[in-house]
Antibody, heavy 121, light 107 residues
Framework: EVQLVQSGAEVKKPGESLKISCKGS????????IGWVRQMPGKGLEWMGI????????RYSPSFQGQVTISADKSISTAYLQWSSLKASDTAMYYC??????????????WGQGTTVTVSS | DIQMTQSPSSLSASVGDRVTITCRAS??????LNWYQQKPGKAPKLLIY???SLQSGVPSRFSGSGSGTDFTLTISSLQPEDFATYYC?????????FGQGTKLEIK
């Protein structure tokens, strides 16, 4: 079964760092892009960025460039989203999703279950 | 960024109705348009990719059309499980963007 399994919910304080993960299984992890999507409470979907684990080619939305870092470790089929200094406004659900060929007409076809991040003093 | 505008933002309909949701891009995106369904507390689900291709496993009552700047998602006969929020997404530019969503509610 093709699946993406994300790490568990996090509760952090402003200024703390955080790295959440997304582990792929059931397919060739290095052959598909993995994207990250934010959903703030009660709001819509926001595309944050995407990585190709095969060569670590990474693209960011201008809205998130410099605010987060996307990385991947292909040896363990895992992608990451990290923050160096969290803000209260980072409180949201974060999804990872697989995308076969982002700029060739393919959508995000497999999604993780989501990771809730709560940032509060 | 390419802006994606969906209409309506919300919609009330009955089981069996035919429903159409529109998505407009701020510039031409060819056919690089995807549609997703999201139910409360769940991850989004891909319905349509490349404007009109039905994702495997998605019921045939869902269809998509359009190219350039104007796109539509049509549900031919609403079923109880279709009440959800729908999002369009452009993957034409390097910076992918979603529409703001359309909430489909039971009348």
């Amino acid at each position: 079964e093709v699946q993406l399994v994300q790490s568990g919910a996090e509760v952090k304080k402003p200024g703390e760092s955080l790295k959440i993960s997304c582990k792929g299984s059931g397919y060739s992890f290095t052959s598909y892009w993995i994207g990250w999507v934010r959903q703030m409470p009660g709001k819509g979907l926001e595309w944050m960025g995407i990585i190709y684990p095969g060569d670590s080619d990474t693209r960011y939305s201008p809205s998130f460039q410099g605010q987060v870092t996307i990385s991947a470790d292909k040896s363990i089929s895992t992608a990451y989203l990290q923050w160096s200094s969290l803000k209260a406004s980072d409180t949201a659900m974060y999804y990872c999703a697989r995308q076969p060929a982002p700029w060739a007409g393919h959508g995000m076809d497999v999604w993780g279950q989501g990771t809730t991040v709560t940032v509060s003093s | 960024d390419i802006q994606m505008t969906q209409s309506p933002s919300s919609l009330s309909a009955s089981v069996g109705d035919r429903v159409t949701i529109t998505c407009r891009a701020s510039q031409s995106i060819s056919s690089y348009l995807n549609w997703y369904q999201q139910k409360p507390g769940k991850a989004p689900k891909l319905l349509i990719y490349a404007a009109s291709s039905l994702q495997s496993g998605v019921p045939s009552r869902f269809s998509g059309s359009g190219s350039g700047t104007d796109f539509t998602l049509t549900i031919s006969s609403l079923q109880p499980e279709d009440f959800a929020t729908y999002y369009c997404q452009q993957s034409y530019s390097t910076s992918v963007t979603f529409g703001q969503g359309t909430k489909l509610e039971i009348k």
